[in-house]
């Protein structure tokens, strides 16, 4: 099993910044493929980012290309979410997830393990 447990999120303006962590604990936190995830009132959970077990690869859905980053530290068993130049229509609960294997990065169903969910809300 592996435990995640996401943080950062807040109230922010638009235009504003924020760095989302989520910090895995239970096994060899290099073992896994990690992603960020986001899901809005009424809509469907979707894709925003991905990076791979050693970092050396990123993948960013096409709304946040150039805004938002995807980082890890597998030292501190931990995976960022640096978010810029954010708009209103980024609000949403956003979770980390983790897998061994990626069938399809950008699927939910790809992913073994998730967080909880931390809050953003972005302001206009």
């Known amino acids: 099993q592996v435990q995640l447990v996401e943080s950062g999120g807040g109230l922010v303006q638009a235009g504003g910044s924020l760095r989302l962590s989520c910090a895995a604990s239970?096994?060899?936190?290099?073992?896994?493929?990690m992603a960020w995830f986001r899901q809005a009132p009424g809509k469907a959970r979707e894709f925003v980012a991905a990076?791979?077990?050693?970092?050396?690869?990123?993948y960013l859905a096409g709304s946040v290309t150039g805004r938002f980053t995807i980082s890890r530290d597998n030292a501190k068993s931990t995976v960022y979410l640096r978010m810029n130049s954010l708009k209103p229509e980024d609000t949403a609960v956003y979770y980390c997830?983790?897998?061994?294997?990626?069938?399809?990065?950008?699927?939910?169903?790809?992913?073994?393990?998730w967080g909880q969910g931390t809050q953003v809300t972005v302001s206009s």
């Open positions: 997830a983790a897998a061994t294997a990626i069938a399809t990065v950008q699927s939910y169903n790809s992913y073994d393990y």
């Open positions: 990076i791979s077990k050693g970092g050396g690869s990123t």
């Open positions: 239970g096994r060899t936190f290099s073992n896994y493929a």
